[in-house]
């Protein structure tokens, strides 16, 4: 996938989170002209199909027909249709993104309690380098990392979610071997009470860069044998995690 496929689909992720809690919502992001192309193009994660399946659910469903605004009898978007609306939206995730989002604070549904950061591992979507080989000649912002004793080669998604809503506020895309931590201060958005994050996250630094925003840190330690605070902080572990654990359900949705 392309940085703005990833980056897209982080927007796409936060814009249905919140039109599956609250469809009335769902003329906020809308206007008439090409209302109906974006509404489409919003439904196409949910599908798992590319956008050359997607235009038979859209004229198949009526649920996805109500979505997008067509009648029973409307003629809806073909493939080549909704291909051309998705390739004029490259390069313009960013602004999509912070459009929606602001939005979504000037409606006051961004509740800033606190943010949860995390990291994804997104496989790309070509073929994998052959072994020793380093870049794919197809995908070279790929990058190889590892997790769990698996080597994935694709990209790493770095997301700030509002504690409350689920929503994302930021969003940025990377190499795969890149570390989670060196995306931290690109997924804090700043007016947020709080910030959780795992191990991975662990830094005397960010705590104190967090501490002079008037913003609480609440980054799990790393446990070290020989750390006389371990217990203390392997408690302190457990009450973060309950809270940064709502983050993993965005990857999952």
């Given at each position: 996938k392309s940085s703005c496929d990833i980056l897209g689909s982080a927007w796409k992720t936060s814009l249905l989170g919140l039109l599956s809690k609250s469809p009335s919502y769902w003329c906020l992001f809308f206007d008439e002209q090409g209302g109906s192309l974006q509404r489409a193009h919003t439904l196409q994660p949910s599908t798992s199909e590319s956008h050359f399946y997607l235009n038979l659910f859209i004229a198949d469903r009526l649920s996805f027909r109500s979505f997008c605004g067509f009648g029973i009898h409307d003629k809806t978007p073909d493939a080549i249709t909704i291909g051309r609306f998705r390739n004029s939206l490259r390069g313009k995730s960013d602004k999509i993104f912070d459009s929606?989002?602001?939005?979504?604070?000037?409606?006051?549904?961004?509740?800033?309690?606190?943010?949860?950061?995390?990291?994804?591992?997104?496989?790309?979507?070509?073929?994998?380098?052959?072994?020793?080989?380093?870049?794919?000649?197809?995908?070279?912002?790929?990058?190889?990392?590892?997790?769990?004793?698996?080597?994935?080669?694709?990209?790493?998604?770095?997301?700030?979610?509002?504690?409350?809503?689920?929503?994302?506020?930021?969003?940025?895309?990377?190499?795969?071997?890149?570390?989670?931590?060196?995306?931290?201060?690109?997924?804090?958005?700043?007016?947020?009470?709080?910030?959780?994050?795992?191990?991975?996250?662990?830094?005397?630094?960010?705590?104190?860069?967090?501490?002079?925003?008037?913003?609480?840190?609440?980054?799990?330690?790393?446990?070290?044998?020989?750390?006389?605070?371990?217990?203390?902080?392997?408690?302190?572990n457990k009450a973060i995690s309950k809270t940064r654990s709502q983050v993993e359900k965005i990857f999952g949705t």
């Amino acid at each position: 996938k392309s940085s703005c496929d990833i980056l897209g689909s982080a927007w796409k992720t936060s814009l249905l989170g919140l039109l599956s809690k609250s469809p009335s919502y769902w003329c906020l992001f809308f206007d008439e002209q090409g209302g109906s192309l974006q509404r489409a193009h919003t439904l196409q994660p949910s599908t798992s199909e590319s956008h050359f399946y997607l235009n038979l659910f859209i004229a198949d469903r009526l649920s996805f027909r109500s979505f997008c605004g067509f009648g029973i009898h409307d003629k809806t978007p073909d493939a080549i249709t909704i291909g051309r609306f998705r390739n004029s939206l490259r390069g313009k995730s960013d602004k999509i993104f912070d459009s929606v989002t602001k939005q979504l604070d000037q409606k006051g549904l961004i509740v800033k309690r606190g943010t949860l950061v995390d990291a994804s591992i997104i496989q790309s979507a070509v073929k994998p380098p052959s072994s020793g080989e380093q870049v794919s000649e197809t995908d070279p912002d790929a990058g190889w990392t590892k997790k769990n004793n698996t080597y994935t080669h694709g990209y790493k998604a770095h997301v700030g979610s509002d504690e409350g809503s689920d929503l994302i506020r930021k969003a940025t895309m990377t190499p795969g071997n890149m570390h989670d931590s060196l995306a931290f201060y690109e997924s804090v958005s700043g007016d947020e009470a709080s910030v959780y994050a795992d191990k991975a996250y662990d830094s005397d630094a960010f705590r104190e860069e967090l501490k002079k925003h008037n913003i609480t840190p609440h980054l799990m330690h790393r446990l070290r044998e020989s750390d006389p605070l371990k217990e203390i902080k392997k408690d302190m572990n457990k009450a973060i995690s309950k809270t940064r654990s709502q983050v993993e359900k965005i990857f999952g949705t």
